[in-house]
């Protein structure tokens, strides 16, 4: 699947397995910025919301690449309003019902590398619960909304976070559940919260700890 040069608005899209998703240096994949387009993904379980741009749900071998951009428009979801799951907050009053940039939930093989993603509504990217991800010289600049998360990581194994660079306004690299082997090099992180954030383990579940 290929993004060529220019500009391509969609809502949200599914990867299956052995799909690779190239965006083309010219290329940019806008995500619309009307919330129509969007629903929740498929199998995709509702902590911290569901609704989201890119996503897969148990495939295998999923790549998304190249030197192209993937902009959520985010800033077009802006109310002011945060998802509350800070300290204080109602999460039922919370505004989660805005779409995620990528979810990837219990895939194996995942491999996203190159790719610039900027200006999500919410969280960048959530991996859950997945096994042998390679995340190799992708950048986020995600300072538009609230909760604008980089690296969203829950109860996956085998996570490799490498050259990459990350902007973002709410957690650069957040790390819950029972994550085991992760490795994070030569990366920079810029946030106006927390670079790393840990949440403590606990048994598989529909719902995931917040961030």
Not at 13 to 20: G, P, Q, R
Not at 76 to 89: E, I, L, R, S, V
Request: net charge positive; charged share 20%; proline share 4%.
């Amino acid at each position: 699947m290929v993004v060529p040069a220019g500009d391509f608005i969609v809502g949200t899209v599914e990867l299956k397995s052995n799909v690779t998703l190239h965006v083309s240096s010219s290329g940019r994949l806008l995500g619309s910025g009307k919330p129509e387009p969007y629903t929740a993904g498929k199998g995709v379980p509702p902590g911290n919301g569901n609704v989201v741009l890119l996503y897969a749900v148990d495939a295998d071998n999923v790549t998304i690449e190249g030197r192209g951009i993937i902009d959520g428009q985010g800033d077009k979801f802006y109310t002011g309003k945060g998802d509350n799951t800070g300290p204080g907050g109602n999460r039922a009053e919370g505004y989660v019902a805005r779409p995620h940039q990528a979810i990837f939930y219990r895939c194996r093989n995942l491999l996203v590398r190159d790719v610039f993603f900027t200006r999500s509504a919410y969280h960048c990217m959530r991996i859950l619960e997945c096994r042998y991800v390679h995340l190799d010289g992708v950048r986020i600049h995600n300072r538009v909304n609230l909760n604008n998360d980089g690296f969203h990581i829950n109860s996956s194994q085998y996570v490799s976070i490498a050259n990459c660079h990350v902007t973002c306004q709410d957690d650069a690299c957040a790390l819950f559940g029972s994550n085991k082997f992760v490795t994070v090099t030569n990366c920079t992180f810029s946030t106006r919260w927390s670079i790393f954030r840990f949440g403590a383990g606990r048994r598989r579940t529909s719902r995931y700890p917040t961030a």
